[in-house]
């Protein structure tokens, strides 16, 4: 039996010019560059410009994801945009690219699942272009983390970067068989019970101001490993395949440790995960798309290769899409 599956038509990525290193960090907040890699990884990251917004990084990777896929914007007709971090409480920052490219027909909103983001933005797209109501999409993660955080609080401050990725994926008939391109298997999951160890202290309702990111690092280290694996596992479950069917392992990059914790319980080898935080820290919902547009831009990932996508965040929320390139 034939089945629409979303297959991906090209991939963009935007990362600002202003790279902040650890040892300029170590200026702001007491840390070193030793410190910081040990125990995340990472050793530098991208800060958005004064008066760069996040719809403008959106913008630049969606322009990006669609000179890939050899389409304009009049050939879109969705646009989904992960982020925490939008340009004004409303409207949503997907009409302001919607706007930027030139696209006045169709639809554009955003996704809130923080480091999820990217993976329940793409979900929702692909499930509006499987039901018949969107032919093509731009799916992107964007995110000026930058804004919300305490620049004195080491334990949150040393961790996040700036930046934005998309996709864009169209709708094929395809056999349905394991060996489709497209969106294989997706899966999604929540837990409110656990908002307080990853949280913006503000918000329009509650203080009537942004408010800072706060995070109790060991707790969300503790759940990650296990609540990621599982997810994996219904997906495996769900598809067929298995760890060793994986042509390339795309976590969310929040901290290295996870990440290769992670990928040592799937039994996943370290040469076949895609790692950036070292170079961009945590971009939250951009960080998928952006690991996905270098590594495809490089050659790493060519077609038809079979991709594991994981991510956790805030909420908690996480979940894992099975992807054939």
Known sequence: MSSIRSVVLGCGGYLPEKVMTNAELSQLVETSDEWITQ?????????????????????????????????????????????????????ASAVTVQQALGM??????????????????????????????????????AETFSRILDWEDRSTCVLFGDGAGAVVIEGESLPGWRSDRGVLSAHLRSDGRFKEKLFVDGGPSSTGTVGHLRMEGREVFKHAVGMVSDVIEDAFAATGFTAADIDWFVPHQANIRIIDATAKKLGIPIEKVIRTVDRHGNTSAASIPLALWEASTDGRIKRGDLLLLEAMGGGFTWGAVLLRW
């Open 104 to 141: 006045n027909h169709g639809a554009a909103f955003d996704v809130q699942a923080v480091c999820s983001g990217f993976l329940f933005a793409l979900t929702t797209a692909d499930a509006l272009i499987r039901s018949g109501q969107a032919r093509r999409a731009v799916v992107i993660g």
């Open 39 to 91: 125990r995340t990884g990472i050793r530098q990251r991208h800060i958005a410009a004064d008066g760069e917004l996040t719809s403008d990084l959106g913008t630049r990777a969606a322009r990006a994801a669609l000179e890939a896929a050899d389409l304009s914007a009049d050939d879109i007709d969705l646009i989904v945009m992960a982020t925490a971090t939008p340009d004004n409480t409303f409207p």
